[in-house]
């Protein structure tokens, strides 16, 4: 199961940075379209400070600290400059999950969220479904802009 959500994590971060190099330019990356909130650039800025955050730092000791506002109010980075931020985090989810093994997925996540302790093959599995919900809007959100 451990290699298995490596193996997603890793892939779903390769298939993000994948979906940024597609955005037909640099501006189109940070515009929001109507009825949403947020641009494809910010939720990939979410994404990787989330897993960052949670892989990196808490399981990986990288020394990563979050700014979580700086995700949603930072603007204008080009589409390159994105995906160096989203290869950082590839790196650092990578040799974070490689220094460990299947034998983590039952210890406590060394962080409480949200007012309650779990374990880590419960938060790695919640990381991993939210970088895809966020992988899909971006997706949607490239389609739409692709076709204007």
Known sequence: ???????????????????????????????????????????????????????GALIGKSGYIRERDLEFSTKNLSREQVIEILDQCTREVQSALEACDESILKTDFPAEIKGTDRQTGAILMHLMAHLNYHLGQINYHRRILGQK
């Open 1 to 55: 199961m451990y290699q298995n959500i490596q193996s997603l994590l890793l892939r779903d971060l390769a298939s993000l940075q994948k979906e940024i190099a597609a955005y037909p330019d640099d501006n189109s990356l940070w515009a929001t379209l109507p009825g949403t909130g947020n641009s494809g650039g910010n939720l990939a800025l979410h994404v990787a400070g989330n897993l960052r955050h949670f892989v």
